[in-house]
């Protein structure tokens, strides 16, 4: 009997992914480009940063398109008009450098113009140049929906010489984010233990483990490493913790093992005028502490506050700019987080905006 096998295109991660110093040469950018016209998408504040860095990509003579700084359709609209009318032909190959709103941005914009993307994170709190998914917001910084993506980035490029010039701030940021992939995971399988005969969630919820195991031994020296600005085995290791492993967990295990409470609630904060000066990670961060009280884990959210501090994120509300916990801005953000469209409800049962309060209460007590 004979099998047929259809292939498939692997769209879970990158077809490529190079690490390394000084990887951002004009071989890469000539090879990467190859006979077409090609794009750069960068903020203006980053291309000055790395201008030296970016000498190899700059060699190509690549359209330069300023990203506005917000992943909307508005924005990627106006970096498609700009494509087409500042290119002398259609761009085939498009770089985008700097955090995960450029790089998400950048997945759109490849996808509407037809063009293959090389992802250059300038922080490890990027995992977005490492999955297929491309979250979008509304031009107040609220967020819109993810988009799933035809593909990941046909390439990553993690540059040593630009990663280790990323704010600690960022360093502590994206740990937060990546070890909410494992408290996320656990929690939706806790509540769904069927999951667990989907290969791909079983998958998923194995490198999840490992992102902790990884976490438990590099993080410290990851931080120490870029506050003295020097390239060491435990900032290498933080890569593969924070950029790496989440995107393979978001394109394997999928948006049930991506986001749970945690990601809900940071989605939230976005509605709370005062937090808007928060990260991502350090959102996620916070919103961990709360997921595990609703969980009535109250030892594993101590554990993890001091994790947390131990990096330098925040795990209370004053700290992401919200002085009031019983204010305006900290209730439209946890009618947000507690709506039937958010991640909350793979916590696999209803949670009330009251029970909601009474977490977040919780959490800056402990």
Same mark, same amino acid.
């Given at each position: 009997?004979?099998?047929?096998f259809?292939a498939?295109?692997? !769209?879970?991660?990158p077809a490529?992914?190079?690490?390394?110093?000084?990887i951002?040469?004009?071989r890469?950018?000539?090879?990467?480009t190859?006979d077409?016209l090609?794009a750069?998408?960068?903020?203006?504040?980053?291309?000055?940063? $790395?201008?030296?860095?970016?000498?190899?990509i700059l060699s190509v003579?690549?359209?330069?398109?300023?990203f506005g700084?917000?992943?909307?359709?508005?924005?990627v609209g106006r970096l498609e008009?700009s494509?087409?009318a500042?290119a002398?032909?259609?761009?085939?190959?498009?770089f985008?450098?700097g955090g995960g709103?450029?790089?998400?941005?950048?997945?759109?914009?490849?996808?509407?113009?037809?063009?293959?993307?090389a992802?250059?994170?300038?922080s490890?709190?990027?995992?977005?140049a490492?999955t297929?998914?491309?979250p979008? $917001?509304?031009?107040d910084?609220?967020?819109?929906? !993810?988009?799933?993506?035809?593909k990941?980035?046909d390439?990553c490029?993690a540059d040593?010489g630009?990663l280790?010039?990323q704010?600690a701030r960022?360093v502590?940021?994206?740990?937060?984010?990546a070890v909410a992939?494992?408290?996320?995971?656990?929690a $939706?399988v806790s509540?769904?233990?069927?999951?667990?005969?989907?290969?791909?969630?079983?998958?998923?919820?194995a490198?999840? !483990?490992e992102?902790m195991r990884?976490?438990s031994?590099c993080?410290?020296?990851a931080?120490?490493?870029?506050?003295k600005g020097?390239?060491?085995r435990?900032?290498?290791r933080?890569? $593969?913790l924070?950029?790496?492993?989440?995107g393979l967990?978001?394109g394997?295990g999928?948006?049930?093992c991506?986001?749970?409470?945690?990601?809900?609630?940071c989605n939230?904060?976005?509605?709370?005028?005062?937090?808007?000066g928060?990260?991502h990670?350090?959102?996620v961060?916070?919103?961990?502490?709360?997921?595990l009280?609703?969980?009535?884990?109250?030892?594993d959210a101590r554990r993890?506050?001091?994790?947390?501090?131990?990096?330098?994120?925040p795990?209370?509300l004053g700290v992401?700019g919200?002085?009031?916990?019983?204010g305006?801005?900290?209730k439209?953000?946890?009618?947000?987080?507690s709506?039937?469209?958010?991640?909350?409800?793979?916590?696999?049962r209803?949670?009330s905006? !009251?029970?909601l309060?009474?977490?977040v209460?919780a959490?800056?007590?402990i």
């Amino acid at each position: 009997m004979k099998i047929k096998f259809q292939a498939a295109p692997l !769209t879970a991660a990158p077809a490529v992914y190079y690490e390394g110093d000084d990887i951002l040469s004009r071989r890469f950018a000539k090879d990467f480009t190859g006979d077409g016209l090609a794009a750069f998408v960068v903020e203006k504040a980053i291309l000055d940063k $790395y201008r030296r860095r970016f000498a190899g990509i700059l060699s190509v003579k690549p359209v330069i398109i300023f990203f506005g700084g917000e992943c909307s359709l508005g924005e990627v609209g106006r970096l498609e008009k700009s494509a087409r009318a500042a290119a002398r032909g259609p761009v085939k190959a498009i770089f985008a450098a700097g955090g995960g709103k450029a790089i998400d941005a950048s997945k759109i914009l490849a996808a509407r113009l037809g063009a293959r993307l090389a992802a250059i994170p300038t922080s490890t709190a990027t995992c977005a140049a490492f999955t297929s998914i491309a979250p979008t $917001y509304f031009s107040d910084g609220t967020k819109r929906k !993810t988009l799933d993506m035809a593909k990941a980035p046909d390439v990553c490029a993690a540059d040593y010489g630009v990663l280790i010039r990323q704010p600690a701030r960022l360093v502590a940021a994206g740990i937060a984010d990546a070890v909410a992939k494992y408290y996320e995971t656990s929690a $939706y399988v806790s509540a769904n233990p069927a999951a667990l005969t989907n290969p791909s969630v079983r998958a998923a919820f194995a490198l999840t !483990t490992e992102i902790m195991r990884l976490a438990s031994e590099c993080v410290a020296g990851a931080v120490d490493a870029v506050s003295k600005g020097k390239v060491t085995r435990d900032f290498r290791r933080s890569i $593969y913790l924070n950029l790496v492993l989440p995107g393979l967990v978001s394109g394997i295990g999928g948006k049930k093992c991506r986001a749970v409470a945690a990601h809900a609630l940071c989605n939230g904060l976005g509605h709370a005028p005062e937090a808007r000066g928060s990260l991502h990670g350090e959102r996620v961060g916070w919103g961990l502490l709360v997921q595990l009280m609703l969980e009535g884990k109250k030892k594993d959210a101590r554990r993890l506050k001091i994790f947390l501090n131990s990096v330098g994120a925040p795990t209370t509300l004053g700290v992401l700019g919200i002085a009031d916990p019983d204010g305006a801005g900290i209730k439209k953000a946890l009618a947000v987080a507690s709506s039937s469209r958010e991640s909350m409800r793979f916590l696999g049962r209803k949670i009330s905006r !009251t029970e909601l309060a009474g977490a977040v209460r919780a959490v800056e007590r402990i």
